[in-house]
């Protein structure tokens, strides 16, 4: 047993972007186009290392900006194969034109998002600002707690974007988890193609010249990109069944290496993780890695413990809306935790999850807005956790 | 001096730098802690840095999983390797140590440590390495052995030659540091 884990898995103390890009390297993509920009250069230094060390095998082109980057990886993957690409912040916004393309012409692309806050005024620090531009793009959103998840998403990511023909971001959030190093499970890439087959069929072939994503008049048009839409908000089945795949996989092989207890690890759902009592009186939703501050602050405050719970939002779109609404009619006090302000609007997660509320749904739901550009208060949590049983 | 023990988490500091490295001490202590079996993380305070500029690391230790990523402002364990960065009203809850070439006498009370770390590391490398207060640290909290020490460098440098001087660095730091104790309780 432990040689057969051993050879599926390693533990290793890895920084945060170098887990990222092992992992990436262990799917095999054969084509990686990037522009650098910080907290996400990491990733793609580690990559290249690898590349030039021969460590892993894939086509890289340093393009001149990160609209160039995923155009690249929008043509090799309508060449039929597996591609991936890194950005933060203002890159991501810079490769918005083509951000709305991949979906639409349904290409698999997988790209990290090392979450980073957006100008004005000028900050490199982490939020969720970035990422939050484009949710509505189509695009399949996984969210990362700390570096073992982001792992383990990456992996996820490849195997949905394949299964679903959806390009997948993989948010991270930047210096927090990009920049820190910790002990990790690290997937072998044996045991990644046990679930990746990086089969994916090509749309486009050089030796039969034919465009993509060709001119459509308003009634194609609407009709085409109403049926993204219903393909998107029905392709749940095909998560669920992913996740369970993969968890099934994954988990007994992790936590033997880790020998941590996975009955104490709270309640895996598809697209999130809950942690805490079984009917909570307050419960907690947010995501990424603050969920991490978020758990220790409720464990600290003994009393809170028993009645707190928190969830942490891991798959962001399609937007679980039903999953939520499952723990919020088991809780009697919801507070939901956005890195991003919504300016003009509520902030997005808040808003999301008031999207789904059925109608008659009296509780209040209250939101807060946490760590702008980087700064994160624990008072401000701490706060939050100490008022949690008064009324609100 | 810090109890042998675990039992909660704990929390350390670097401090010195840009170009000192600061990160890559921080890392290492982290790493020598894994191979001890421990959780463990340690990670930079980014922004502005730059050569020459104040920067920070921290690390945590711990017998469970650590969830947190915030930066740490009060450590249970400050190590300073610039002593321009050093500031009495602001220690360690269980222990400092200072790197200062300027002290002809070495400092020592039960929670600091202040004495010249920097005379081995600008011998072998030119230059002063913050991997020296490891040296150190590891004579007053014997708490990660020898050869965890040693598989961390090896890990984190993998050029030989590099591992050895950083080695060499390392435990001139911890023979300096012991005798500075023996001496006391003398």
Not at chain 1, 133 to 155: K, S, Y
Not at chain 1, 376 to 385: C, G, N, P
Not at chain 2, 29 to 44: D, E, I, K, T, V
Request: glycine share 6%.
């Amino acid at each position: 047993m432990t040689k057969n884990i051993s050879n599926n898995a390693q533990k290793l103390f890895l920084k945060g972007s170098e887990a990222i890009a092992r992992t990436v390297a262990n799917c095999q993509p054969r084509v990686i186009a990037a522009y650098p920009i910080t907290p996400q250069t990491g990733i793609i230094e580690e990559l290249v290392r690898l590349k030039t060390q021969r460590q892993a095998n894939f086509s890289f082109i340093q393009t001149e900006s990160e609209h160039s980057a995923l155009s690249v990886v929008l043509g090799a993957a309508a060449m039929g194969v597996p591609t991936y690409t890194a950005t933060s912040s203002q890159g991501l916004l810079h490769m918005a034109e083509v951000i709305y393309n991949l979906p639409g012409l349904r290409l698999p692309v997988v790209m990290t998002c090392a979450n980073r806050s957006i100008s004005a005024p000028i900050n490199i620090w982490n939020d969720h600002q970035d990422a939050m531009a484009v949710r509505d793009a189509g695009w399949i959103m996984l969210w990362a707690e700390n570096i073992q998840e982001a792992i383990e998403q990456h992996w996820l990511a490849f195997i949905l974007s394949q299964k679903l023909r959806l390009p997948v971001m993989v948010n991270v959030d930047g210096f927090r988890l990009t920049h820190a190093s910790e002990p990790v499970i690290l997937p072998q890439a044996k045991l990644i193609h046990k679930l990746l087959t990086n089969k994916i069929k090509p749309v486009l072939d050089i030796n039969q010249p034919q465009t993509t994503g060709w001119f459509a008049l308003p009634e194609v048009y609407h009709r085409q990109r109403l049926s993204l839409r219903k393909f998107i908000a029905a392709s749940w089945p095909i998560i669920s069944q992913t996740t369970n795949n993969f968890n099934a996989l994954w988990e007994p092989i992790k936590h033997a290496l880790e020998n941590t207890n996975p009955a104490t690890a709270g309640y895996q759902g598809t697209a999130t993780h809950y942690y805490g009592p079984e009917k909570p009186d307050t419960l907690i939703i947010a995501m990424g890695s603050i969920v991490g501050e978020l758990r220790d602050i409720v464990q600290q405050h003994k009393i809170a413990s028993q009645k707190t719970g928190i969830l942490k939002v891991q798959i962001y779109r399609p937007f679980p809306g039903d999953e939520i609404l499952s723990y919020l009619n088991k809780a009697s006090k919801i507070i939901v935790i956005d890195r991003a302000p919504g300016l003009g609007a509520q902030p997005p997660l808040f808003s999301d999850i008031k999207s789904c509320l059925p109608a008659g749904y009296n509780k209040k739901i209250v939101s807060t807005i946490i760590g702008l550009g980087g700064d994160i208060k624990l008072k401000e949590i701490d706060k939050i956790t100490k008022t949690m049983n008064k009324k609100i | 001096m810090p109890n042998n023990n675990l039992i909660i988490t704990e929390t350390i500091k670097i401090v010195g730098l840009g170009g000192q490295g600061v990160v890559t001490t921080a890392a290492l202590l982290a790493r020598a802690a894994f191979h001890q079996g421990w959780w463990s993380q340690s990670m930079p305070f980014f922004g502005v840095e730059r050569t020459g500029t104040p920067v920070e690391a921290y690390i945590r230790l711990a017998h469970k999983p650590i969830h947190t990523h915030q930066p740490i402002e009060h450590p249970n364990i400050l190590l300073i390797n610039d002593h321009n960065l050093y500031n009495p009203k602001k220690l360690g809850r269980k222990l400092t140590i200072v790197n200062n070439p300027n002290v002809n006498l070495y400092q020592l009370k039960p929670t600091l440590l202040i004495y010249d770390s920097q005379q081995v590391s600008s011998f072998i490398f030119n230059k002063n390495l913050a991997i020296g207060l490891l040296g150190a640290l590891s004579a007053c909290w014997p708490l990660i052995e020898e050869k965890n020490w040693l598989k961390a460098i090896k890990e984190q440098f993998i050029n030989q030659e590099v591992v050895q001087k950083n080695w060499q660095v390392f435990i001139a730091n911890y023979e300096l540091a012991t005798k500075l104790i023996n001496k006391t309780h003398d």
